[in-house]
């Protein structure tokens, strides 16, 4: 809807059927000569007053006197003033023409993530790792034994040990609680960082799968086969998601190009 559509709405809303702008408006209508003609103030005349017929009766008691200017402010009726066809309406259009100001768009929370992590030590390695089905790892789950031919290849312990239980977000179905990315990034790390400072020092941690490396590295899919610096964690490494390395085979062949750079790190302090 342009301005003088808005213009017309407004003035339909308040029944104004003539109105006149005090400057000539953009994308306006031509005006009608017919309405640019003032007409005159009407003045109401006062109607002249009967002359009193005089009757002889009997004498009546004298009233009091009333003053001479006290009666004529009596007979002296207000005048009517009739508004000149330029003034309201101006107002009126000056209030139509300006913007309405609308509330402020309450910002909306995000949606709380869904995933399902396991941390487990391998060595000088941790390993943060998303559950594909968001259940515990199965002996002949084929995404489990594709992580011990990982572990297997980086020259760490095929057989790695749980640390603590898997972290389930969104961590209430129901509540006030505030679940959103930036709850499920800090529960993450304080997660990470509790459980590792009660087991020896790690070297490097592996954030296998997009939520592992969303949530504890801040990071996003360009970070795949990469290094990471993380405030409070340390060295990380970041690597695709056992499900999409089963779906895309040739993603291996990266991994395994990165890993030949990146396995030095742990190989050292062993």
Known sequence: MNAELRRRA??????????????????????????????????????TPAPT??????????????????????RERPRIEVPKPGSSAAAREAEAASPVSEPAPRERAQPAPRFSLQLLRAGACAVLVELPT???????????????????????????????????????????????PEAA????????AARLEEQEPCSCLWLVGMPAIRFAGEADAHSYNRELQIEGLGAAWALPGLELLMEEPARKAELWQAMRRVRQRWLTSV
């Not at 005006?31 to 003045?43: D, G, I, K, M, Y």
């Not at 009091?64 to 402010?73: G, I, M, N, Y």
């Open 134 to 180: 968001g259940e515990p790892f199965q002996s002949r789950d084929p995404a489990y034994l594709l992580l011990k031919d990982l572990l297997r290849a980086a020259g760490l312990p095929d057989s790695p040990q749980l640390i603590g239980e898997p972290v389930r977000w969104p961590l209430l179905v129901r509540g006030s609680m505030d679940q959103g």
């Open 185 to 192: 990034l800090e529960f993450v790390q304080s997660f990470i």
């Open 10 to 47: 407004y003035l339909n809303a308040m029944q104004v059927a003539s109105w006149l702008p005090r400057v000539e408006l953009p994308f306006a209508a031509p005006s009608r000569p017919e309405l640019l003609v003032q007409p005159e103030p009407v003045v109401e005349s006062r109607p």
């Open 53 to 74: 017929p005089q009757v002889s009766a009997s004498p009546v008691p004298a009233r009091a006197e009333v003053p001479a200017a006290v009666t004529e402010q009596v």
